[in-house]
């Protein structure tokens, strides 16, 4: 086994972050065959709403009678698309405007690093909520408002990393055999700067599933009838604190999936980066 997975196995609080990240990936991929009743996704059932926990329903129902175990296990995949999406989009705008910034020294690396620190100024949440609003409220204005505020820490990240490797002796030794700029950019200096991006990529999975379920609570991202934790949590408001379980269930399968990608994420950090390694 690599040293690199005996340490992060043998990292209490990593191995639980794991677990939990794969326990979200497996409801997302076999979510469908895992609920009891996956129907539930979009039908009604008026007649046994809100019921509390039981042996048929161990998360009780919503408010229109649909199990909520069901709602969380598929809610899971939607959850895990939206944060894949809005990550992966992010990196691909971020990551390479960091490159070019990083290596030049010119008005064009400047003018990406204000424009930059301007998104990295304003707070995401609030820039993402007047974005979402501006937009209209759908799953998608949502992902785009994620997105737009989410880029520039990618770019932050890859600019400091480039431009401490810049000046590395390999760097110049490559512009003395004349290697072109984006040779040395593409193949030498971004898979000298996969640490720091795969880090942040981890545990931007897990903050960008909480800020689309507050934009789901907050009426600006998923709609009637997703099975999304955000939109269940705010219909459940008016219903508490009878039906108690109707907030709890999803809302505790936020705080977890967030948990697992925080803990993984930090326990990546350690091992991936000698300098900030606790001590074992």
């Given at each position: 086994m690599p040293p690199a997975?005996?340490?992060?196995?043998?990292?209490?609080?990593?191995?639980?972050?794991?677990?939990?990240?794969?326990?979200?990936?497996?409801?997302?991929?076999?979510?469908?065959?895992?609920a009891p009743y996956p129907g539930d996704a979009s039908a009604s059932h008026l007649i046994r709403r809100l019921k509390p926990p039981s042996a048929d329903f161990p998360f009780g129902t919503d408010n229109l009678g649909r199990d909520i175990f069901s709602r969380v296990i598929l809610g899971a995949r939607g959850a895990l698309e939206v944060s894949l999406l809005v990550?992966?989009?992010?990196?691909?705008?971020?990551?390479?405007?960091?490159?070019?910034?990083g290596y030049g020294t010119g008005w064009v690396s400047e003018a990406i690093m204000r424009v930059?620190?301007?998104?990295?100024?304003?707070?995401?949440?609030?820039?993402?909520?007047?974005?979402a609003q501006m937009l209209g409220p759908s799953l998608e204005s949502a992902m785009i408002a994620l997105v737009v505020t989410y880029w520039p820490f990618f770019t932050r990240i890859v600019f400091s990393e480039t431009g401490q490797l810049r000046t590395a002796l390999f760097v110049d030794a490559l512009q003395g055999?004349?290697?072109?700029?984006?040779?040395?950019?593409?193949l030498h200096i971004l898979p000298n700067t996969a640490s720091p991006i795969i880090v942040r990529a981890t545990i931007g999975?897990?903050?960008?599933?909480?800020?689309?379920?507050?934009?789901?609570?907050?009426?600006m991202g998923a709609t009637p009838p997703d099975p999304d934790w955000g939109l269940a949590v705010a219909q459940s408001r008016t219903y508490l604190p009878a039906a108690w379980?109707?907030?709890?269930?999803?809302?505790?399968?936020?705080?977890?999936?967030?948990l697992g990608f925080n803990l993984l994420g930090d326990g990546?950090?350690?091992?991936?980066d000698p300098r900030l390694r606790r001590s074992r």
């Open positions: 997975i005996r340490r992060l196995l043998r990292d209490i609080p990593t191995s639980v972050g794991l677990l939990i990240v794969l326990v979200v990936v497996a409801l997302a991929i076999a979510g469908p065959w895992l990550v992966g989009a992010s990196m691909a705008i971020g990551v390479p405007l960091g490159l070019v910034a930059t620190d301007v998104f990295l100024a304003l707070p995401q949440l609030v820039l993402a909520l007047a974005l055999l004349g290697a072109s700029r984006t040779r040395i950019l593409l999975l897990g903050f960008t599933i909480l800020v689309a379920a507050t934009l789901g609570f907050l009426g379980w109707f907030a709890t269930f999803p809302g505790l399968a936020i705080l977890f999936t967030v990546l950090r350690d091992i991936l």
